[in-house]
């Protein structure tokens, strides 16, 4: 029942996409992991924010 995987920090890194997400009330950005982390709401507004930009500049 045990899994035998080793823990590859390279691998995992290509597993995750990061993107920016902001407010669309008050412009407050954020750069998050997917699926990592879950999308944030905005700490000042309280509203869930949204996806501006996937970020891949440097990665291949």
Do not use: H
């Not at 290509?14 to 999308?39: G, H, M």
């Not at 000042?44 to 930009?53: D, K, L, S, Y």
């Amino acid at each position: 029942m045990s899994e035998n995987k080793k823990e590859n920090p390279i691998r995992d890194r290509y597993n995750r996409e990061f993107v920016e997400v902001y407010c669309p009330n008050c412009k407050q950005s954020k750069i998050i992991a997917l699926p990592d982390e879950p999308i944030p709401k905005c700490d000042f507004c309280r509203q869930e924010m949204i996806i501006r930009e996937i970020l891949t500049e440097g990665k291949y």
